[in-house]
């Protein structure tokens, strides 16, 4: 199933939600314009030692990983010099408990002018260390929470028991002041029931928690293909996520949006980037709403993020990741502002404009802007090509050069990407 966002002509039925239909085709949604040299992140490691485990992870726990600071300064210079980006997610491993995590904050913000974001399990933060990274100049954090980790001291929870976590960690940032606070959790098919409640515990904390993230869980397909490193074959339990045994089929973000509306049926993206093999995949898909802790106005369209990402190119010379917390709180300037170009910002202004003359004491509410980003990982085409994401902000450094964060682990096991060839029908599955 695929599906599209058909942005309304101008007067037909006042931004009404978009289709989601199993015939129809992506080309109407914004396709963000990110590419390999122009881009919105770049993804920095400065470590692949990590203090807890997370079932599936696709990267390997290297204790002895720690890279220096001349190193990451190396890597910075690769980013610098090949790729105009806006941040740095600052990932792993777990950054936090790398011993110059406050030293690589500072050096991204004031050596280099750009967005430092840390994306942390939140398990070493602290209220001492948040106030050092925000000193050193930290322009917010991502929080991976789910029920897929082993947290030490820490009974297992599910993902919705986990909204506890969440909150503490939201509110000491909030504490802080001036970050941006973000969550990710990673999406099974046997958890895929919690995302609608997950979205909706956003809503409930849209004044503190500026964006939620899903990562559709990436699946080994050996049951389907043969892996080889150069000639060499090679078996996928080399590599850490899961294989076909633990989660059979691949999700789609098409999938997962018609799940979710079957609880929220006005939900609705704005935006989408596709795959490189694969122009229907919906690689990374961006969702913007607007409103507050009971009311959801409305759904921001394609004009909106295309008019957000142009214009900030055009002044800034970049493309825009992270809005400061301070922009999220213009919510009703940001419906006012827009509804000239965007239909569904049109009809949001007019639903809050009608709840403002049944109460107007609402006009004292803040209205606050969430985003929303639904991650597709590799996909697998028939033949055997990797669907990966086209332009994607994830891209990190290896040996000097620019490489997908995600298969990382197979060029420092294999020294190259594993290639996949199919099985012949009838073919075993791998021992």
């Known amino acids: 199933?695929?599906?599209?966002?058909?942005?309304?002509?101008?007067?037909?039925?006042?931004?009404?939600?978009l289709s989601l239909d199993e015939n129809v085709h992506p080309t109407e949604y914004y396709r963000l314009p990110w590419t390999l040299n122009d881009n919105v992140l770049?993804?920095?490691?400065?470590?692949?030692?990590?203090?807890?485990?997370c079932e599936g992870c696709y990267s390997k726990n290297e204790p002895n990983s720690h890279k220096s600071l001349d190193t990451l300064r190396q890597d910075m210079q690769v980013f610098t010099s090949q790729r105009r980006v806006d941040s740095i997610s600052i990932a792993g491993g777990e950054p936090l408990i790398h011993p110059r995590?406050?030293?690589?904050?500072?050096?991204?913000?004031?050596?280099?002018?750009l967005k430092p974001v840390?994306?942390?399990?939140?398990?070493?933060?602290?209220?001492?260390?948040?106030?050092?990274?925000?000193?050193?100049?930290?322009?917010?954090?991502?929080?991976?929470?789910?029920?897929?980790?082993?947290?030490?001291g820490r009974p297992r929870q599910t993902n919705l028991e986990l909204n506890a976590l969440r909150l503490e960690l939201a509110t000491m940032v909030a504490e802080a002041g001036g970050l941006s606070c973000a969550f990710n959790s990673t999406v099974f098919r046997d958890n895929m029931d919690d995302v609608p409640g997950l979205i909706r515990w956003g809503q409930q904390h849209i004044?503190?928690?500026?964006?939620?993230?899903?990562?559709?869980?990436?699946?080994?397909?050996?049951?389907?293909?043969?892996?080889y490193a150069g000639s060499e074959r090679v078996g996928m339990k080399d590599l850490v996520y899961y294989d076909q045994e633990k989660n059979p089929a691949p999700l789609t973000t098409p999938e997962l949006f018609a799940h979710?509306?079957?609880?929220?049926?006005d939900f609705d993206a704005a935006a989408y980037l596709g795959g490189t093999k694969d122009p229907g995949s919906f690689k990374w898909t961006l969702v913007t709403r607007i409103g507050n802790k009971d009311r959801i106005y409305g759904y921001a369209g394609p004009r909106f993020m295309e008019?957000?990402?142009?214009?900030?190119?055009?002044?800034?010379?970049?493309?825009?990741?992270?809005?400061?917390?301070a922009l999220l709180r213009q919510g009703r300037l940001t419906m006012a502002a827009f509804s000239t170009v965007d239909p569904r910002l049109r009809s949001a202004?007019?639903?809050?404009?009608?709840?403002?003359?049944?109460?107007?004491?609402?006009?004292l509410r803040k209205q606050h802007i969430q985003s929303l980003a639904f991650i597709q990982p590799i996909d697998m085409m028939p033949d055997g090509e990797a669907n990966m994401c086209d332009g994607c902000p994830d891209m990190t450094v290896h040996d000097g050069q620019l490489v997908w964060s995600c298969r990382l682990d197979e060029l420092k096991r294999h020294g190259g990407f594993l290639r996949c060839v199919p099985k012949a029908p009838g073919a075993p599955a791998e021992a």
């Open 1 to 17: 199933m695929k599906i599209r966002c058909r942005a309304p002509a101008e007067g037909s039925n006042d931004g009404a939600p």
């Open 42 to 53: 770049s993804w920095l490691e400065p470590t692949k030692k990590c203090n807890i485990y």
């Open 101 to 113: 995590i406050v030293d690589i904050v500072h050096m991204i913000r004031h050596d280099y002018g």
């Open 118 to 152: 840390i994306n942390t399990n939140g398990h070493a933060m602290t209220p001492e260390l948040l106030r050092d990274l925000k000193k050193a100049g930290l322009h917010g954090l991502t929080f991976h929470v789910d029920a897929s980790q082993h947290r030490p």
């Open 207 to 227: 004044d503190i928690v500026h964006s939620m993230v899903f990562i559709l869980f990436r699946t080994a397909r050996s049951q389907e293909f043969e892996y």
């Open 260 to 265: 979710i509306r079957k609880e929220i049926p």
């Open 307 to 325: 008019v957000v990402q142009t214009a900030h190119h055009a002044v800034a010379g970049r493309y825009l990741a992270y809005s400061h917390p």
């Open 349 to 363: 202004t007019r639903r809050w404009v009608t709840d403002l003359a049944t109460s107007p004491r609402r006009a």
